[in-house]
């Protein structure tokens, strides 16, 4: 394989270095050879025009990410931020080795900010130091004289000032310094400031370029009947009145995928109808007749998976935590408690529904979609198509919303078999319902609790054991508990039940399923020492740093921890008097290094509730950009309460049966609460911002719901029934 | 059997051939190639395929293109070409957006309101608004967006 690429520079005029694609020029040509794995002139364009234009590894899917990494980078470089832009490289053989350094990969786990927190700095510094390397020659002055600030490189002494694009051309033939020298902290004018999302512009006129926007001459549309059932197979289908609709040219069927191992590399058989539109597709596909064989999950439901938990059926176990004797002091105890917690299958629905656009000719491939693992997919079609992988191209457009849905490859494999079958450009499109019914939802899980308080009324030991669907190639998804509260008998199983329904990451992921009962338990606990369940918390951390120290990883969570808990009590009136039916109700939840506390208020009504009020108080250390750090945060708020009033979903016959918006809700403008952020910063260790505001919000409504009435409700989403 | 329509769109007229029951919304996105205006759910309760009939906001998912001739249609391309109409800048000042996919939608949606009443209470952006879902969360600062460009009009 050709791993070096080269970069033609041609002297533009008035300066800039034009990157994509090797740029020539009607001017004379240098060729100079960039390491995409090491050089940040593969992703840094320095246009003509004075603007800057990054194309990064990482996916835009609403949580703003790749702004924020732009902004790590022109901080150090010295750029203007109203100059950047940014987009997503697209992968191909040329961008592969790109793509497997840390800027590639998957983009997820909230974690492209602090990840890249270094190479971007160092990125972006490398730069600066190559223009004014660049600035010193042509001026014959010392390297020390010179400044890099607002896209300009300056010498003071003289007043002299280039901007730099003029000096890209110069800069680009210089070696990449490996250890340029970052900028102090008590100086930056980017990094740590509110901004504007770097395609702020684009995504108010609504003219972003999504995926499902995508438009190629010659292009045909597809609309795909998948197996509605996890693993069934299709045995025969009937196409005579589809293929007499309107606009329709074709039916044809794809296979799924050849085995099944891990679900986020697994497509499903499907029966294919290509139309001259994206309407006669989807209207015709209701005329073409289908036989599957829908499998032994075709009579799968709720009770399949009650079974499997009382018979112990399981594909996997581990034991996540396991400290003391917490069976010996729960037999021993004063008090003890024993609850359990469940929670059920919860959609994407994300806004933009799953769509691929793709073209394929001979071994070459070309998709365009929006993608959180383009790698994956690159893969997957290679695997289904019989390919290399050096003919496949993919385009990752910005999202409509993706929440760990565009994870999954399925979409994307798909896309290329149509497009192989129909010998045209297609662009596959999913309906509201394909979407739902073909999710990989939130996982389903049963959460055993048992704890113990000794004669102080402290907690002296906790057990959980939990059963939750999935696949055993989710390596992740046996979670360990949070519980910051200093247990010296402590136990947490981890047991892994097989999936009827596909299952994926959702939004938080498994910290989602972890806080919903741990938290739940814990305020049960508080209320079982005739505790205040604010204070039983805060005193527990407390107690968890005295006994652990705060030196390590760990200690600093615990007390970064402490520190949130305490800026409750200063901030809120938590003992403040509410009306007869409205409660206040808290919960401490961590997403990687993130920890988040949420103080919600609910007002109860006879069989309803509602959210009127949370506060977060938010700990990940230096926050980037705190307007769009705020904004995930208040998003993920938003969709917390989505998940635990609204997202029911009812799984019979091997399929989730609801199917659009008629069916199933989502919070709405009339139903937002009042929203306080509160960030609370730090030297430890730096989180992510997308996922950590979701997993404590369900907790503290559940809490917030028994202290307005008493009843202690403990499921995902809430019964309102119980309330009535 | 696809027939030939003459719609009005962003005061130009436009020729097209569809089916009659071709919902606008398909039309603008399929026929016309004016992708502003979004698909979400195709049963009109996500409102991303908010445009303006008349000046009055309706799902053009819901509307078969054998209706809509005759009709003032105003997408969010029409609201103005730089992207600049007084709502989108309280939008863009306001960091409104974060997929930005519901938005286009949520733009056409509010405008509407906002040439009828420039200074909505909130029940009447509640009233206004509530058919168009967000999934990222942003209502807090659609409305803020709203309150905002009705001070500039």
Not at chain 1, 85 to 97: E, I, T
Not at chain 1, 163 to 171: D, M, R
Not at chain 1, 452 to 459: C, I, P, T
Not at chain 1, 691 to 696: D, F
Request: glycine share 10%; charged share 20%; net charge negative.
């Amino acid at each position: 394989m050709n791993r070096r690429s080269f970069l033609k520079v041609a002297g533009l005029a008035g300066g800039g270095l034009a990157l994509r694609g090797f740029f020539v020029s009607s001017a004379s040509a240098e060729e100079v050879e960039i390491d995409p794995a090491n050089s940040p002139w593969f992703f840094a364009e320095l246009r003509s025009d004075g603007s800057i234009h990054l194309e990064l590894g990482k996916h835009e899917m609403g949580q703003s990410a790749p702004s924020g990494l732009a902004m790590l980078f022109a901080e150090e470089l010295g750029a203007k931020w109203s100059s950047v832009s940014v987009s997503q490289k697209s992968l191909n053989a040329r961008s592969m080795p790109f793509y497997k350094t840390p800027q590639g990969g998957t983009t997820g786990g909230s974690s492209s900010v602090h990840t890249l927190w270094g190479p971007m700095r160092t990125a972006g510094a490398s730069v600066r130091e190559m223009l004014i390397q660049a600035a010193s020659k042509r001026w014959s002055v010392p390297v020390g004289e010179l400044i890099a600030s607002e896209g300009k490189v300056t010498h003071s002494k003289s007043g002299q000032a280039i901007a730099f694009h003029e000096l890209a051309t110069s800069a680009v033939t210089l070696p990449v310094p490996a250890e340029p020298k970052l900028r102090d902290p008590k100086e930056f004018k980017i990094i740590g400031h509110p901004k504007p999302n770097a395609r702020n512009s684009q995504l108010s006129s609504g003219m972003a370029e999504y995926g499902i926007n995508k438009t190629l001459p010659g292009m045909k549309y597809a609309a795909i009947i998948r197996c509605p059932v996890w693993g069934g197979s299709l045995k025969a289908f009937r196409a005579e009145a589809a293929l007499a609709m309107p606009g329709v040219e074709d039916v044809f069927s794809i296979d799924g995928v050849a085995k099944i191992e891990d679900p986020f590399y697994a497509h499903k058989p499907g029966v294919v109808v290509v139309a001259d539109s994206t309407w006669s597709a989807f209207k015709a596909r209701d005329f073409v007749e289908v036989d599957w064989d829908l499998g032994e999950n075709g009579r799968a439901n709720m009770d399949t998976i009650a079974a499997r938990v009382e018979k112990e059926e399981y594909v996997k176990s581990e034991v996540r935590s396991d400290y003391g004797d917490p069976v010996a002091t729960f037999a021993s105890a004063e008090k003890t408690l024993e609850v359990v917690y469940e929670s059920n299958f919860q959609a994407h629905m994300a806004l933009e529904p799953l769509n691929a656009t793709a073209v394929v000719d001979g071994d070459k491939v070309e998709v365009w979609t929006s993608t959180q693992n383009p790698m994956g997919g690159s893969t997957a079609i290679a695997g289904a198509l019989g390919i290399a992988e050096e003919g496949i191209t993919i385009h990752s457009c910005p999202a409509g919303g993706s929440f760990g849905r565009r994870a999954n490859i399925d979409f994307i494999v798909e896309a290329a078999l149509v497009a192989r079958g129909a010998k045209h450009p297609v662009k596959v499109t999913w309906s509201r319902e394909d979407d739902t019914q073909h999710d990989f939802f939130h996982p389903y899980e049963r959460s055993v609790w048992k704890g113990s308080l000794d004669e102080n009324g402290e907690m002296n030991s906790i057990q959980n054991t939990y059963a939750v669907t999935g696949s055993p190639h989710f390596w992740w998804l046996l979670h360990p508990g949070f519980l910051p509260y200093g247990l010296k008998d402590q136990k947490v199983v981890g047991n892994m039940l097989d999936y009827p329904v596909a299952v994926g990451a959702w939004r938080s992921v498994v910290e989602h399923l972890g806080a919903f009962s741990e938290e739940g338990f814990i305020d049960e606990m508080a209320h079982l020492a005739g505790q205040d369940p604010y204070l039983f918390r805060l005193e527990h951390a407390r107690r968890a740093v005295v006994s652990h120290g705060e030196d390590d990883y760990w200690g600093s969570i615990l007390s970064r921890t402490v520190r949130l808990l305490e800026a409750v009590g200063e901030t809120l009136d938590w003992n403040g008097v509410l009306p007869a039916n409205k409660g206040r109700g808290i919960a401490v939840a961590k997403f990687g290094s993130t920890v988040v506390v949420e103080v919600a208020e609910v007002e109860v009504s006879a069989g309803d509730f509602k959210v009127t009020k949370v506060d977060a108080f938010v700990g990940a250390g230096l926050v980037v950009n705190p307007q769009l750090a705020e904004n995930q945060i208040e998003g993920a708020i938003l969709w917390g309460i989505s998940a635990i009033k609204y997202g029911k979903l009812t799984f019979e016959n091997g399929q989730i049966q609801e199917r659009n918006f008629d069916e199933m809700e989502l919070v709405r403008m009339n139903e937002v609460p009042e929203m306080s952020i509160h960030f609370l910063e730090d030297d430890g260790p730096m989180g992510g911002m997308g996922e950590p505001g979701v997993p404590a919000l369900a907790p503290a409504v559940l809490n917030a719901i028994f202290a307005a009435s008493g009843k202690r409700l403990r499921s995902l989403p809430a019964n309102r029934e119980e309330l009535a | 059997m696809p027939q030939k329509y003459t719609l009005t769109i962003n005061d130009r007229e436009q020729a097209v051939e569809a089916e009659p029951d071709m919902p606008l919304l398909w039309v603008l996105r399929d026929k016309l190639d004016m992708t502003g205006t979004k698909f979400g759910c195709g049963v009109g309760r996500c409102g991303c395929c908010t445009v303006h009939l008349n000046g009055t906001a309706v799902r053009s998912c819901q509307m078969p293109v054998s209706g809509v001739e005759g009709v003032a249609i105003t997408t969010i391309e029409g609201l103005s070409e730089s992207g600049t109409h007084p709502v989108q800048e309280a939008w863009k000042e306001e960091n409104t957006a974060q997929c930005g996919y519901c938005q286009a939608g949520q733009i056409m949606s509010a405008t509407s309101l906002l040439m009828a009443n420039k200074k909505p209470t909130d029940s009447e952006i509640d009233a206004a608004m509530s058919g168009n879902l967000c999934r990222c969360g942003t209502y807090k600062r659609i409305r803020k967006a709203i309150v905002r460009a009705g001070e500039s009009l």
